[in-house]
Structures are given as structure tokens and as C-alpha cells.
Nanobody
């Protein structure tokens, strides 16, 4: 059964950068659309961005130009590079494969605060 494990969350100052990683255990990684979601306190989980098996990426408007998703099929990993972080980016970030009814990681906390 596929498992996803996120890492890289931390406390960072506004304007700073973080890189989140998601390690996928399973043999079907290379065909999955991989996505990042986030959930801030008191809010619903929202789509941040995703990347197809052909490396086509899309993002929610609030992170376009600041966040970049990439994947390494040789390592079964997907990454979320986050630059110019804002306090509104504070959330638990989740890795997902196979869509909302697919597989989820346990989440990693990102806190943007001075």
C-alpha cells in the first residue's frame, strides 16, 4: 500500500524560504498526479498545487510565482519549494497522490512569523 511521508516544515520569518519533501513508498509513483494541500487553523484544507507524471504543474493563484513543485521519479519524491513566504502561508502542508480520495501523508507544519 502506498504511503507518503512529508518533511521540511519549520518556523520561518516572512520573506523566507522552505523546501518541503514528500517521500512516496509504492511502485506506482511515476504515474500519479502528485499534489500539495494545506490547512490553516480554522480553515478548510485547500489545494496548493500539483504536478502530473509529465511534469506539468499548476498552482492556486495565491502561491503562483512564489511556490514551485517538482518531482524526482528516480527517488519517488515530490518537492514544494516555497519562497517569499507570508504569514498567510502558515498551515499544515499535506502531500497527496491520486486525488482527494487517494493517499495522504501525515502533514508537516509550516509557520511563517517574525
Amino acid at each position: 500500500q502506498e504511503q507518503l511521508v512529508e518533511s521540511g516544515g519549520d518556523l520561518v520569518q516572512p520573506g523566507g524560504s522552505l523546501r518541503l519533501s514528500c517521500a512516496f513508498s509504492g511502485i506506482m509513483f511515476r504515474i500519479y498526479f502528485m499534489a500539495w494541500y494545506r490547512q490553516a487553523p480554522g480553515k478548510q484544507r485547500e489545494f496548493v498545487g500539483g504536478i502530473s507524471s509529465l511534469d506539468n504543474a499548476n498552482y492556486t493563484d495565491s502561491v503562483k510565482g512564489r511556490f514551485t513543485i517538482s518531482r524526482d521519479n528516480t527517488k519517488n519524491c515530490v518537492y514544494l519549494q516555497m519562497n517569499s513566504l507570508k504569514p498567510d502561508d502558515t498551515a499544515v502542508y499535506y502531500c497527496n497522490s491520486g486525488g482527494p480520495n487517494g493517499f495522504w501523508g501525515q502533514g508537516t507544519q509550516v509557520t511563517v512569523s517574525s
